[in-house]
């Protein structure tokens, strides 16, 4: 009676897990706050199937080596926490990174007999492209009047337009969160090209296909996160190298760098590439007035503030505190300490608060973590850590729930696809 009572029990909690998996995935492109609400609301129901009691559950194969380098990051970022200046802050981001030590814990005890890849997938990219469009249509109507929303920023209520819209997004910090999380569900589409075309056929799935893809990359184009587009030409770069032979790659390859190089030529000579080198000389001037290339002056603030603690960081939490006593000692405009502007790069960000040790062991992480991968898996990692390592350049991507829940689900994308590859070999 007791082991029916239990059998039950777990029943209902497995599929309560599952629901909520599919509800996260579908809001994955929502705000912060409803995400870290739907990821918590998941995790506590895995916990609640106690897969964790029974070791039967647990396993461990080459591929999991990769979620020991997750693992070792958190720990070198709580080893900081021992020296920071700021404790408090630096303790709420180690929070947020403890994340990545459950989502490690979910792979390695593993999920549900319910859950299945494919769903998952259909609901993911569903999810990205209706939230996305979600966004543009609340947009339109706070441009044309209609008080949805409490702006931080006075916006003219005019017949909105794309830029207007675009604009709106990024002023209220959701061009990263959204651009984001449309770019992966780009990457999840191909992997879920198979299932679908078995599912309803190859020329409604290639629709269909074709139909989401120009929706997401609209999406991401409008939404002015302009890092989401880099992305997209690197993911469609390693794809096609990816699908090509040896030579072919070594074609592709070059072809590559003779377009970059074209494109660096015009871009020397563009408006925008003058104001940078402009704003460049008033940085090793000291002459900051007028500035509005923000990122290079908060940049040129790491350089001269970096060798500090260039071995060691100054502590988990504390990077942002440093660059506003510089902008206070720096001839910066005020509104940089007012608004106590980021270092805007996960790589600057790491630098300054755990040292240069723990970048190289950052950079290692996004290099190596596909290495322990095979076949699909591997390369669906290839495109995850090319994303994150692409976007980190410009923005500090794991400063946010957005960006550390994202992560997870692209983990769990991983695991799942390289579990599925071992089941398929097992049966052939």
């Known amino acids: 009676m007791a082991q029916q009572i239990l059998d039950k029990y777990r029943s209902v909690i497995g599929y309560i897990n599952y629901v909520l998996c599919l509800v996260l995935l579908f809001f994955a492109s929502a705000q912060d706050s409803t995400l870290r609400f739907l990821f918590n609301a998941w995790i506590i129901s895995w916990a609640l199937e106690f897969r964790w009691l029974d070791m039967k559950n647990f396993t461990f194969r080459k591929y999991d080596k990769s979620l020991l380098l997750l693992l070792a990051f958190v720990g070198v970022e709580a080893l900081t926490l021992l020296w920071t200046s700021n404790v408090d802050y630096g303790v709420r981001r180690f929070v947020k990174h403890l994340y990545f030590v459950v989502i490690t814990l979910i792979c390695l005890f593993g999920v549900n007999e319910r859950y299945k890849l494919k769903s998952m997938m259909y609901v993911y990219v569903a999810g990205a492209v209706i939230v996305g469009c979600c966004y543009f249509i609340v947009v339109y109507h706070v441009l044309n009047g209609v008080a949805l929303s409490d702006l931080s920023h006075n916006y003219d209520l005019v017949m909105p337009s794309m830029s207007s819209m675009a604009d709106v997004i990024h002023h209220n910090k959701l061009h990263q969160n959204l651009g984001l999380s449309l770019t992966l569900a780009l990457v999840v589409v191909p992997f879920a090209r198979r299932s679908l075309i078995k599912d309803i056929g190859a020329l409604n799935a290639y629709v269909m296909i074709s139909f989401v893809v120009v929706v997401i990359i609209l999406c991401i184009f409008f939404s002015g996160c302009r890092s989401s587009l880099i992305v997209l030409f690197a993911c469609l770069l390693v794809g096609v190298m990816f699908r090509m032979r040896t030579k072919g790659r070594i074609w592709a390859l070059g072809i590559t760098m003779v377009l970059s190089i074209s494109l660096f030529s015009l871009l020397k000579h563009h408006p925008r590439s003058e104001n940078v080198s402009f704003e460049l000389s008033k940085c090793i001037t000291g002459n900051f007035e007028g500035n509005e290339e923000h990122r290079i002056m908060i940049w040129h603030g790491v350089f001269k503030i970096c060798s500090e603690s260039f071995f060691f960081g100054s502590g988990l939490g504390s990077s942002c505190d440093r660059l506003v006593e510089f902008y206070n000692r720096s001839n ?39 290495y322990y991968f095979e076949g699909k898996a591997r390369m669906f990692a290839v495109f995850v850590m090319a994303m994150y390592a692409i976007q980190g350049l410009t923005d500090a ?3 946010g729930c957005t960006g550390i829940m994202v992560f997870c689900i692209a983990v769990l994308f991983c695991m799942m696809l390289a579990n599925e590859q071992i089941k398929m070999e097992g049966k052939s």
């Open 332 to 370: 910066y405009p005020e509104y940089y300490a007012q608004l106590r502007l980021s270092s805007h790069s996960q790589y600057f960000e790491v630098l300054l608060e755990m040292g240069v040790f723990a970048l190289i062991g950052f950079v290692a992480l996004l290099a190596m973590f596909p």
């Open 397 to 399: 991507i794991l400063g």
